[in-house]
């Protein structure tokens, strides 16, 4: 299965802009690109997915690199609510046991 | 509000004992999940039901057991439980299958085997 790595831990100041890096290399033509988030003490929570083109949603922005092989998930004014752990995700679009596989995923610390 | 809820929220049990998880959902979904976290690790796979009437394994099944009661209800059983099955446990429920369906994740169960 393709794999992520993301950085262990990140740091942004309120109110101002946040970019978590992904890096995917092995990402296969038919894998999407998902992120979730954790608050602390809850589930997991569905933020955003691509496959090739940037996405835009309410709670963030997905930039993907032309080549796939990296993605960015962009937090455009963070507040101290989006303090969380992220997790970048691939999975396949044709694995018929393609399941949401979790690795260590970033710890966004959002200083006020 | 909609959405997937697990009951107990937390429980202790003794080794050698035996519970059942409770995951409901009012989304209408077809699929269902259990997964358990342990302390500063990602989610696990331990079961998961892609439809009602079907169940099949996921990366830590040992020691579980799972019933797709009817399509709203996804429950997991430990029948022994040892002190390495404590962890906090969610259910999560999605449309379908495919890529293009996210997951609703319930807040969790934290149990300890003691």
């Known amino acids: 299965d393709a794999k992520t790595t993301q950085p262990n831990s990140m740091e942004s100041n309120e109110e101002e802009p946040v970019h978590l890096p992904c890096n995917h290399s092995t990402i296969s033509g038919t894998d999407y690109i998902h992120w979730y988030r954790q608050l602390p003490s809850q589930g997991p929570e569905y933020v955003i997915h691509?496959?090739?083109s940037n996405v835009n949603n309410r709670m963030a922005s997905l930039a993907i690199a032309e080549d796939r092989k990296s993605s960015t998930l962009i937090l455009h004014r963070a507040t101290l609510r989006d303090a969380a752990v992220y997790y970048c995700?691939?999975?396949?679009?044709?694995?018929?046991?393609?399941?949401?596989?979790f690795g260590g995923g970033t710890r966004l610390m959002v200083k006020p | 509000n909609a959405g997937v809820t697990q009951t107990p929220k937390f429980q202790v049990l003794k080794t050698g004992q035996s519970m059942t998880l409770q995951c409901a959902q009012d989304?209408?979904?077809?699929?269902m999940y259990w997964y358990r976290q342990d302390p500063g690790m990602g989610l696990r796979l331990i079961y998961y039901s892609a439809s009602e009437g079907t169940t099949d394994k996921g990366e830590v099944p040992n020691g579980y057991n799972v019933s797709r009661l009817n399509k709203r209800e996804f429950s997991l059983r430990l029948e022994s439980a040892a002190p390495s099955q404590t962890s906090v446990y969610f259910c999560?429920?999605?449309?379908?299958?495919?890529?293009?369906?996210?997951?609703?994740f319930g807040s969790g169960t934290r149990l300890t085997v003691v």
């Open positions: 995700i691939l999975r396949d679009e044709y694995n018929a046991g393609n399941m949401l596989t």
């Open positions: 989304m209408n979904h077809n699929s």
């Open positions: 691509g496959l090739t």
């Open positions: 999560a429920s999605s449309e379908g299958q495919g890529t293009g369906y996210g997951y609703t």
